[in-house]
């Protein structure tokens, strides 16, 4: 879409793991001999108690689904993430918590966490939980929640967090589909100054999951709470009381790690299933190389440990590596909007990873909050969740990084377990809105409807990987069936991942969004993230989102949600410029036919748009709306229902 290039620069490219040169050698050798490739790395990354026999066994066809690496082979996470560092870096800072209010910041050693560790740890085996059972995280962003997921590997337990915004019809859904026996939780959770009553919506859902016996409570906010004797237990009564020493479970590369419900932009969520081994493996090294993380870095990745990004890049990856991994409880625009930019200064922070619909956010609010702070620490930037639109690619990288920081725009999935392809920041010249290039061991092909490879660049089409990467999806939890028909059925022999992309000439991939949401006008295919982009160009642009609806003559029409900047209203005048922005940008065949002016736009909890909900806006289908249960605020769709333009 942009045509501008920013090159990496000499200086940096000296420094950086991985430069041009050995992209291209490492790239080629883990496609042409991944059992050396993976082998090399995983000995490299993860400390293992007992070798493997086979690197990887796979197979994508129906009859025979799996997907094993490092087979047979012993190791734990836990022991990784901390033990082995105890030696070297046991007083260095493993954790840096910042609390919602900026007073409140807790420093936590790699000793430290491993006494918490072992301490939580045994609390779970003396309430009977035994290697493969299940437990359920209801948590906000404390050390507790870090502690917690990191207690359930050292014993082998499979954790699965349910982000703390979501309902307790949602986490009561998510704990009897992964039955799990034990819920840890907080009495209530602090961002952006309110409190939020986790262990209330807990008990609520908790009346509806007769599995559950055991509730871990953390004291963080310390209102009051309602105490089911016996189910109920405080969080540092017993820990107090459990012991120092934990030994970590051997386990199986292949046992369960976690499950996590995807976040629900298209359908009801699923229990994506990762594994011990070839998780850890990719976790760790992109962490290392994809942010160019050298030891001594103040790494800060702002998602929630309730999503993916949280798992692998605030707690897998970097305690891995032995990092300094900063985890932050609030929210960007609390106490005001320049809090993120002073949270870097305060801690010196060298890498920073965060989501487009955050850049977007702050964006809005001008570049004041911003310029009052240094970030002069700052050396590396990424992004995560959402095509990024080239204007917030060059806010971010002007105003945030000052022109010196390289931006990693990394694209992929719950189900992928770590980042699939992504500009590495010592190697490519950066195109804003471009994932680049696959990361090792990646194999992405582009096909056509028919499931034909397109070969040769430029090309589009969907986005679908040939072979099995080491942190893959080794199931949904309890439905062998829907995997394979949400991942396999499509196109047989491949994993497709339900996101189209393009090539461009030089071979490098822009995702355009999912495919359900590649728009087909007059023959010609349009991603909605090229709409929303141009849309995004016009200083007037807060946010856009488009979806198509049936038209007539282009079979396809463009419907477009703008969202004014500064909570303006549109003008018909403002709809005339958009729709010239969007011709001259993309050409005449992306004529916008409806714009409607949209004050909030539906989006999942992560911040993602749900289009899916405004297709059926769109389309006046607003009886058929589909899962809700998932969205940040219902509120937004009522209205956007009251003003939908007749298509
Ligand atoms: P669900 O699968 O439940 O509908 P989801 O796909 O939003 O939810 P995630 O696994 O969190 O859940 O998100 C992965 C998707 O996010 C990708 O398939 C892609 O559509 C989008 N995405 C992630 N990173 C990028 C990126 N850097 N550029 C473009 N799109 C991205
Ligand atoms: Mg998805």
Redesign the pocket.
Known sequence: MSDKTFPVSKEFADQAHINHAKYEEMYARSINDPDAFWAEQANEYVTWFKPWKKTVDWSFAQADLHINWFTEAKLNVSYNCIDRHLEKRGDQTAIIWEGDSPEDTRLISYRELHKEVCQLANVLKERGVKKGDRVSLYMPMIPEATFAMLACTRIGAVHSIVFGGFSPEALSSRIQDSDCSVVITADQSMRGGKRVPLKANADVALKTCPSVHTCIVVKRGGDPIEWTEGRDVWYHDEVAKASVDCEPEQMDSEDPLFILY??????T??GVLHTTGGYLVQAAMSHKTVFDYKDGDVYWCTADVG??TGHTYIVYGPLTNGATTVMFEGIPSYPDMSRFWQIIDKHQVNIFYTAPTAIRSLMAAGNEPVEKTSRASLRVLG??????NPEAWDWYHNVIGGGRCPIV???????TGGHMM?PLPGVNDLKPGS?MQPFFGVSPVLLDDEGNVIEGNPAAGNLAIDRPWPGAIRGVYGDPKRFYETYFAMFPGYYF???GARRDEDGHYW?T??VDDVLNISGHRLGT?EIEAALGLHPKVAEAAVVGYPHDLTGQGIYAYVTPMNGEVGTDELKAELIATVRKEIGPIAKVNIIQWSPGLPK?R?G?IMRRILRKIATNEIDSMGDTSTLAEPSVVDDLVAHRENT
């Open positions: 995807t976040s629900g932009s298209t359908g969520p699923k999503w993916v992004t995560v969740g959402e095509p990024i725009d990394t694209w992929w999935q719950t189900e992504t994932a991942t339900g996101d995702i969004g999912r993230a999942t992560s993602k």
